[in-house]
C-alpha cells in the first residue's frame, strides 16, 4: 500500500510539473506551436505512465458497441469493489466493467471519453432508465448531463477547440436567424449553410458547420461519430447574446470512424 501511495505522489508531482512548464512556455507561441508542444507533452505523459490511449479510442468503443462487447472503463485500486446487483444491469442493457485494477491501461481523461462515448449509445437505445442502475464510480458519469460549453479553455485568438464523441441526429437545421446573420459574419467570415442536430452527454444541440467544413458522407441517423468544435470567446469578440449556440461555434470536422 506504501509502493502505491508513493507512486501516487510521484505521478502527481510530474503532472505539476509538467503544467507548470506548459503555463511558462505557452505565452511566447503561436497556436500551431503551443498544440504541437502540447501534443508532445501528452505522448511524454504517456510514457512515462505506460498509458496507451490510442487503444481505447472513441473508434474502438464504436467497434465494441456495435460488436455487442461493450463495457464500461473504470480503476477500482488494489482491492476491487464487487457491487451487488451489477450482473442484472449488465444482463439488461448488454453492458459489462473493465476493470483496470490499480494500474491503468490509459489516462482518466481517455476513460471518461471512452464510457461518455458508450452512455450516450446507452441513451438512444433505453433512454435515460440505466443511470439508476450504474455504478457511480464510472469515470465519465458525473460529468453526464452537463452542457459542453463548461469551462471551455480559449487560445490566444479568444478561440478553443473541442473534440467530441457524438451521436448523429441530423442535417438541416437553419444554421442561424437571418437577423442575426451579421454577426455571424463578422466572426467566421461567412454565414453557415446548416447545421448539425446531435447528442452528447446526454443533452441534444444544433450547432452551425463551419462553411468550410468536409462532411464527406452523411452520417446515419444514431451514429456514434467525432466531431471538431470551434468556440469563440464572447469575451473577445463581443457578439450579440442572441445568437445561438451560446457561446457561439462552428463545426470544423467530422470523422465517422469508420
Known amino acids: 500500500m506504501k509502493s502505491v501511495l508513493n507512486n501516487v505522489l510521484v505521478a502527481l508531482a510530474f503532472l505539476l510539473f509538467r503544467a507548470f512548464q506548459i503555463d511558462a512556455q505557452e505565452h511566447s507561441l503561436t497556436d500551431e506551436e503551443r498544440q504541437t508542444k502540447r501534443d508532445s507533452i501528452i505522448a511524454e505523459t504517456e510514457r512515462h505512465f505506460g498509458w496507451n490511449d490510442d487503444a481505447y479510442s472513441v473508434k474502438t468503443a464504436k467497434e465494441k458497441w456495435l460488436s455487442g462487447d461493450a463495457k464500461m472503463l473504470l480503476q ?3 482491492a476491487p469493489v464487487v457491487y451487488i446487483g ?3 444491469f449488465a444482463k439488461r442493457y448488454g453492458i459489462g466493467y473493465h476493470d483496470f485494477g490499480c494500474i491503468a491501461n490509459c489516462s482518466d481523461t481517455q476513460m471518461a471519453k471512452y464510457n461518455t462515448a458508450i452512455m450516450d449509445c446507452l441513451t438512444v ?7 439508476d442502475s450504474i455504478r457511480k464510480d464510472v469515470p465519465g458519469l458525473d460529468k453526464y448531463g452537463v452542457s459542453v460549453f463548461k469551462n471551455i479553455q480559449y487560445e490566444g485568438n479568444g478561440t478553443g477547440m473541442v ?6 441526429k441530423a442535417l438541416g437545421r ?3 436567424d437571418p437577423e442575426e446573420s451579421g454577426f455571424v459574419l463578422d466572426i467566421i467570415n461567412c454565414v453557415s449553410p446548416t447545421s448539425m442536430e446531435f447528442l452528447y452527454r446526454g443533452v441534444e444541440y444544433y450547432i452551425p458547420l463551419s462553411c468550410n467544413a468536409e462532411s464527406g458522407e452523411t452520417p446515419l441517423e444514431n451514429e456514434l461519430i467525432e466531431i471538431t468544435i470551434r468556440v469563440f470567446n464572447p469575451k473577445v469578440f463581443r457578439y450579440s447574446k442572441n445568437i445561438k449556440p451560446s457561446p457561439f461555434c462552428v463545426i470544423e470536422t467530422i470523422n465517422l470512424l469508420r
Open 76 to 78: 477500482d485500486g488494489i
Open 174 to 176: 437553419s444554421a442561424s
Open 125 to 131: 437505445k433505453f433512454g435515460k432508465g440505466w443511470q
Open 163 to 168: 473534440v467530441l464523441p457524438v451521436i448523429y
Open 86 to 88: 451489477q450482473e442484472k
